[in-house]
């Protein structure tokens, strides 16, 4: 069974930088491509950043790229998410997610998934 543990929310202003981890456990990290979601109350939880078995290959919504991105310390079992440039609508708790498929299926929210952590930017 994978367990995920997210780190490094918090609140920042607008324009300030946060970086998320992700530490991964309970099965081979290589065997799974990893990614990263966002929710608000009241939505649906939404894809942001999705990176390959190998950490070599990533994939990013149209809404964060240039701002956020997605890495691995393989080494680490640890995926992170840079964000910079934050913005008030960044607002969300964020989401770690794990598949044993490819880093494609990611946006599809399969797999096992994190507690989440909140990440406030205030204007």
């Known amino acids: 069974q994978v367990q995920l543990v997210e780190a490094g929310g918090g609140l920042v202003q607008a324009g300030g930088s946060l970086n998320l981890s992700c530490v991964f456990s309970g099965r081979a990290f290589i065997h799974y491509a990893r990614g990263w979601f966002r929710q608000t109350p009241g939505k649906e939880r939404e894809f942001v950043a999705a990176?390959?078995?190998?950490?070599?290959?990533?994939h990013d919504a149209d809404n964060v790229r240039g701002r956020f991105t997605i890495s691995s310390d393989n080494a680490k079992y640890t995926t992170y998410l840079l964000m910079n440039s934050l913005k008030p609508e960044d607002t969300a708790v964020y989401y770690c997610?794990?598949?044993?498929?490819?880093?494609?299926?990611?946006?599809?929210?399969?797999?096992?998934w994190g507690q989440g952590t909140q990440v406030t930017v205030s204007s």
């Open positions: 990176i390959n078995w190998s950490g070599a290959g990533t």
């Open positions: 997610n794990a598949n044993e498929d490819t880093m494609r299926t990611i946006p599809l929210g399969l797999g096992s």
